[in-house]
């Protein structure tokens, strides 16, 4: 058996890597602030390059099974018109890959080995010496552990530990996501974002006849008003954007909506402090404007496991991983940063010259971007 090492976090960055140390020998042991499995979110699309992480991994195959699969991507104007679509055709596996949240993390925990994750332990405080590092949590109990990988989100206690100086960013808008179920057959099975003057709105099929959606307003931050919005005040707002949209928002439950802002986590220049890494959104947390939030934690997975199966050293492994995740994370950061911006905004005039700069774009300029997305090199 290998060292140990402890993640702190069990969302699907932290599953991840746990199921690839675990491949690999590890001693794994996961620390989850939650007191169950049960887990908050709607629906969540991954990329190709997250299905070919999690093939490595083992279990990209039964996440297939249970998702939705689709090669396309329609982005729309507010009236239903085509703006352009987003379709990889070089993907030897389908670009998009739409589950549900709690779906995706069952599968990841159902696959780790029995009694890896304590769950209702948060973490308060950690403390770093030659021979290990000794973790505090907020119950009093503290335990000690050889390496440790932070994989606690983007309020991350980890980073907060090395970094307390980095602050997140508010995005200048805010989300809503819910889950249709039981949708008519004659709502189109097809994955759309809709870009329009009142906001954004995405469409998301899943098994089983369920939608999952999700809609974006520009405010200020911890906008008051928008707090109180129920679904009556969130189909008002989209009521004269393309059918269905008004239709599935009419279709949804209260208590399935989930409203927060968007932050990102401005890029920063480390991942790795001596027998510490971070991983996920503790590291490199992004907007949701390219659907690569979990895909670059799945990712982060795939490359530590190769680090440290390519290495007899695991903190001279830790330092690979970080050289190989800097740059490619910091871009995605920044280039979902910018195109929130351009997809947020809500001035008539600007979102006319938008529209018609994205149709007159040519299909190598999307072709290229996708590629850099989707295709990942395994080899090191």
């Known amino acids: 058996m290998k060292d140990q090492i402890t993640i702190i976090g069990g969302g699907i960055g932290g599953l991840s890597a746990g199921i690839a140390l675990q491949r690999l020998g590890f001693q794994v042991k996961i620390y989850e602030k939650r007191l169950d499995h049960s887990t908050e979110g709607a629906g969540i699309v991954l990329g190709a390059n997250a299905l070919k992480s999690l093939n490595y991994l083992g279990v990209g195959e039964k996440i297939q099974q249970a998702g939705y699969g689709l090669n396309e991507c329609h982005i729309l104007s507010e009236n ?8 990889y055709k070089d993907s030897t596996i389908q ?9 995706l993390s069952r599968i990841l925990t159902e696959t780790l080995q029995p009694g890896t994750i304590v769950y209702g332990k948060k973490l308060v405080d950690l403390s770093q010496h030659r021979e290990g590092i000794d973790l505090f949590f907020e119950d009093g109990n503290h335990t000690q552990t050889e390496y440790l990988i932070g994989a606690d989100g983007i309020f ?3 980073r907060r530990k090395f970094l307390p100086y980095k602050q997140l960013r508010f995005a200048g808008y805010t989300c809503w996501r819910g889950v249709v179920e039981n ?3 004659h709502i189109p099975r097809r994955f759309t974002e809709t870009w329009g003057t009142k906001g ?5 099929p899943l098994k089983d006849q369920k939608i999952f959606w999700y809609a974006l307003k520009n405010c200020q931050q911890d906008d008051p008003e928008l707090k109180k919005w129920t679904i ?10 393309h059918d269905p949209i008004p239709q599935l928002l009419e279709r949804t439950k209260e208590h399935h909506i989930i409203h927060h802002d968007i932050y990102d986590l401005d890029p920063i220049f480390q991942y790795v ?3 510490v890494v971070l991983l996920g959104d503790a590291a490199h947390a992004t907007t949701p404007n390219m659907g690569q939030g979990a895909g670059q934690a799945i990712e982060d997975a795939l490359y530590l496991s190769l680090c440290l199966k390519d290495s007899n050293h695991i903190e001279s492994a830790f330092m690979e991983y970080e050289k190989q995740r800097l740059h490619r994370t910091r871009k995605v950061v920044q280039d979902s940063w910018v195109l929130g911006k351009v997809a947020q905004l ?3 005039l600007l979102c006319s010259i938008r529209n018609s700069m994205i149709k007159l774009a040519p299909n190598s300029f999307h072709q290229n971007r996708l590629k850099n997305l989707f295709e990942i090199d395994t080899e090191l």
């Open 80 to 87: 239903g018109k085509n703006l352009t679509l987003l379709h």
């Open 95 to 103: 670009n998009y890959t739409m589950i549900l949240r709690s779906q």
């Open 156 to 158: 991350s206690t980890v």
């Open 183 to 185: 949708c008519p057959d």
């Open 200 to 204: 954004r709105v995405g469409i998301v």
């Open 232 to 241: 009556k005040d969130i189909i008002y707002n989209f009521m004269d954007y």
């Open 273 to 275: 402090f001596g027998r």
């Open 346 to 348: 809500d001035i008539p």
